[in-house]
């Protein structure tokens, strides 16, 4: 999912008026903002932005996991034991093997579905 980086952007409105199915607005302090629920991934507002503020998914990920490990820690605070909190850690590996499993399925079947197309043509 491409984001704005608020402190590039200048408010040109370039990745607005290109985004084809109208996700990106300029809030009121002229600042790009994309809708994640319309936004269809399509890389144009990346690759028209003069400012290069339309930035990739992959450049969160040292934030997301930081903000995963703060949550663990916070969530920890409620287990006393030494037992209580391994079992939580535990929960948590659990967890995130999920999300792991359930992306590695995704990326299965969506590569499944471009191979079909692929062939077809």
Request: aromatic residues 4%; negative net charge; glycine residues 4%.
């Amino acid at each position: 999912m491409p984001w704005v980086n608020e402190d590039m952007c200048v408010g040109c409105g370039v990745c607005v008026d290109d985004c084809p199915v109208g996700a990106i607005t300029l809030k009121q302090d002229q600042k790009a903002i994309i809708n994640e629920d319309e936004c269809i991934r399509c890389g144009r507002c990346h690759e028209v932005c003069p400012e290069e503020a339309v930035r990739h998914d992959s450049e969160r990920i040292p934030q997301e996991v930081e903000a995963n490990v703060t949550k663990t820690i916070e969530l920890l605070k409620h287990f006393k034991t030494p037992q209580e909190q391994g079992q939580f850690y535990e929960r948590m590996i659990r967890y995130f093997n999920k999300e792991k499993k359930v992306a590695d399925q995704t990326i299965a079947k969506i590569t499944d579905m471009k191979n079909a197309i692929s062939k077809e043509r």
